[in-house]
RNA sequence: GAUGCAGACCGUUCUAUCGCUGUGCAUUUUUAAUGCAAAGAGGAAAGUCCGGGCAACAAAGAGCACCAUACUUCUUAACCGGAAGAUAUUCGAAAGAAUAUAGUAAUGUAAUAGAAAAUAACCGUCCCGUUCAAACGGGAUAAGGGUGGAAAGGUGGGGUAAGAGCCUACCAGUAUUGCAAGUGAUUGUAAUAGCUGUACAUCUUAUGGGUUGAAAGACCAUGUAUACCAACAUUUAAGAAUUGCUCGUUCGUUGUUGGGGGGUAGGUCGCUUGAGUCUUUUGGCAACAAAAGACCUAGAUAAAUGAUAGAACUUCUUUUUAUAAGUUGACAGAACCCGGCUUACAGGUCUGCUUCCUUU
RNA sequence: GACCCCGUAGUUUAAUGGAUAAAAUUCCGGAUUCCGGUUCCGGGGCUGUGGGUUCGAUUCCCGCCGGGGUCG
């Protein structure tokens, strides 16, 4: 069975390291699609995946920890269930990214509306990939 | 049956599929992956307002200062907590609720208004003198007087030039003493003292308080600025540190030798068996305590505890009058751990009591 | 997570427990000017919020709300 088709989210495929979370805001691209801006870059790891992300919710707009962590697992079941677009398009490039998700919207979207979104930015993200290079 | 008051408790559940976190077991290609198993947010996890445990700092010492607390008895590891009471005031028809309460030896303040805000004479009343009188001057007097939050205990009688606790009867309060009740705050009662405004602050007394907080701290790996320590030589003195001050104590400038390890980015421990949870019994009005038995019940780190579908329960709406359809799911998310307090909260359950109505 | 500070006109700051809360500036209206600027006059406030102490609170005490900061 291919690894990749499986609906699994373990810690190697979630940003964890402070550094590389820094090295994606400080030197990374970025781009905005509602209700998420996208930051990411291309990095150099051993993890066996071909991509690390990350979500981040400000504290600034949810002052609520309970929406917070509502946002942040919404967005990352969306992810799990359709990060395999991304990861075709990544092993058929051979490139590894790491990118970042903030969360800017003021309200708190239902789950269908962030998976319909965040599927958009997959394709975007592996189709940015290719004109860089 | 309705109504309110007080207290205690619960605060969505189940199934399927796909996932997440650490743990145990098994397998493999043994650094890792896969499979199976049993677990995986709260009554407030929140605010960080108190109190402790735990850890580091031994020049963390003594005195003063400073801060906190302040009716009584109990409770506790401890407390600005809790329980049961005491006194006063306010709210309520009641059940009940809220707030305040160490001491008075001393000192200060009370704007405006008002004669006066505390060893009170502006008007008034009374007496005396000057004087025809009006008026003026000297005294006595707290019975009356626009105020004010607060006005010198209240009423009757005596007394007096006029008055006054000046004297007396009754009443209200205060203080002291005796007796009775209570562990005690205090209460009741009797006697004595003419002793009698209120509030706040300073002050006094008693008790407690070393400082910093898990980003504490310990270890591993990496690794090498010259932080720090010791010895010896040199220098003699200003100064620096320790808690705000004083005392006390310690350090001191440069060089050599030896020890030692800064920053950066990681990992492991600290980390969950604890003043633990549940049940029963006993003691106590209660908070709570004791005994016996059973149990192990989150441990993440850009941070797990979720998503989808269906069913039940619940909220609301419509149709209808017992069904159908749609809709809603309170406040809110562990970050070292406990005991409280405070604040937020859809809805529900139980117990005791108040008042009203009905039936017997 | 632990700790600390602040909240008064639109903005920046004042005000010892005591009269209708002060000043600068901005804004609005008016005067002056042919018009604008300058100048002059006037207007604009739930002292964050809810309680308590007090005769009286911006000030003192307590609880909330909001904002900001420090510590790797």
């Given at each position: ?23 994606v805001f400080?030197?990374g691209e970025s781009f905005h699609?509602?209700?998420?801006k996208v930051a990411w ?59 970042m998700?903030i ?31």
């Amino acid at each position: 069975m291919n690894k990749s088709l499986r609906h699994t989210l373990t810690k190697k495929e979630r940003l964890h390291r402070k550094k590389l979370i820094d090295k994606v805001f400080a030197q990374g691209e970025s781009f905005h699609l509602y209700p998420f801006k996208v930051a990411w870059i291309k990095a150099d790891f051993n993890t066996g995946y071909n991509a690390q992300f990350g979500i981040s919710v400000s504290k600034k707009i949810f002052k609520k920890a309970v929406d917070r962590n509502l946002l942040k697992r919404r967005s990352r079941e969306a992810y799990r269930l359709n990060k395999h677009i991304l990861y075709n398009e990544l092993n058929l490039q051979n490139k590894k990214i790491a990118f970042m998700l903030i969360y800017i919207s003021k309200e708190i979207l239902p789950f269908e509306v962030i998976e319909s979104k965040i599927i958009l930015i997959l394709r975007r993200l592996s189709k940015l990939d290719e004109k860089s290079t």
